[in-house]
């Protein structure tokens, strides 16, 4: 991990992207930020960001590079629960809540670029009251997409998990056409099961001719619900 240091232009665009700004005015969008104070950390392939358990204090906006929210179990195995793409904050829920820890551990799938706020700036920024509902806003929008794998898992066929999971994303997407952002074995540990088993059933599910895929790319040759 490198030492952090000041936000620039680009990086500027991401926190408007990511929505914490959205309840303030355009014209007030870089004192706003100012007031955040906002640090920028790189981190390297699999490093992680905050472990499960952890305090934290300041929520974490991802500027490039992707990230894994992952759950650890006693016996070994790891749940994916989610996969963070650029302008998505991750880590939010845990400095707004009693006890302040991680319930996740966040680790950079790919070389990344983090940029941290800390809560205490925001809750003494001039802008904390726009701030904090665009906040809020962010953590509904975040509880809505584990609603999203509750519903796969909800499935008791390996079939109708993958078919539910790429039908919400088809309907996120807006076309059959998509990307999960997942390779195979992200993939299997998203839906909690073997990645054979799942490889498996995704060419069963071509030769059916539900799906086509390549890779993280996939098409659904049905028309979404």
Same mark, same amino acid.
């Given at each position: 991990?490198?030492?952090?240091?000041?936000?620039?232009?680009? &990086?500027?665009?991401?926190?408007?992207?990511?929505?914490?700004?959205?309840?303030?005015?355009?014209?007030?969008?870089?004192? $706003?930020?100012?007031?955040?104070?906002?640090?920028?950390?790189?981190?390297?392939?699999?490093?992680?960001?905050?472990?499960?358990?952890?305090?934290?204090?300041?929520?974490?906006?991802?500027?490039?590079?992707?990230?894994?929210?992952?759950?650890?179990? !006693?016996?070994?195995?790891?749940?994916?629960?989610?996969?963070? &793409?650029?302008?998505?904050?991750?880590?939010?829920?845990?400095?707004?809540?009693?006890?302040?820890?991680?319930?996740?551990?966040?680790?950079?799938?790919?070389?990344?670029?983090?940029?941290? $706020?800390?809560?205490?700036?925001? !809750? *003494?920024?001039?802008?904390?009251?726009?701030?904090?509902?665009?906040?809020?806003?962010?953590?509904?929008?975040?509880?809505?997409?584990?609603?999203?794998?509750?519903?796969?898992?909800?499935?008791?066929?390996? *079939? #109708?998990?993958?078919?539910?999971?790429?039908?919400?994303?088809?309907?996120?997407?807006? /076309?059959?056409?998509?990307?999960?952002?997942? #390779? *195979?074995?992200?993939?299997?540990?998203?839906?909690?099961?073997?990645?054979?088993?799942? /490889?498996?059933?995704?060419?069963?599910?071509?030769?059916?001719?539900?799906?086509?895929?390549?890779?993280?790319?996939?098409?659904?040759?049905?028309?979404?619900?």
């Amino acid at each position: 991990m490198k030492p952090s240091k000041p936000a620039d232009t680009e &990086q500027m665009t991401t926190i408007e992207a990511c929505g914490i700004l959205r309840e303030v005015p355009q014209k007030l969008h870089l004192m $706003a930020v100012n007031g955040m104070k906002i640090k920028v950390k790189e981190y390297a392939e699999e490093e992680i960001i905050f472990s499960e358990e952890e305090l934290i204090h300041r929520i974490a906006i991802l500027h490039s590079g992707t990230v894994r929210g992952e759950k650890f179990h !006693l016996e070994g195995s790891v749940d994916l629960m989610y996969m963070y &793409q650029r302008g998505e904050i991750f880590g939010a829920e845990a400095t707004v809540s009693r006890r302040r820890t991680s319930p996740l551990t966040y680790v950079a799938n790919e070389a990344a670029v983090v940029l941290f $706020a800390d809560f205490s700036d925001i !809750l *003494r920024s001039d802008y904390s009251k726009e701030l904090m509902l665009a906040l809020l806003h962010i953590l509904a929008d975040d509880n809505i997409k584990k609603l999203y794998k509750l519903e796969a898992l909800s499935k008791r066929g390996l *079939r #109708d998990r993958i078919m539910t999971y790429l039908r919400i994303m088809g309907r996120k997407s807006g /076309s059959d056409t998509f990307s999960i952002h997942m #390779d *195979r074995e992200q993939f299997a540990q998203y839906l909690c099961v073997n990645r054979s088993a799942l /490889s498996y059933e995704l060419n069963q599910m071509k030769r059916d001719g539900l799906i086509e895929f390549k890779k993280d790319e996939f098409k659904l040759l049905e028309k979404i619900l």
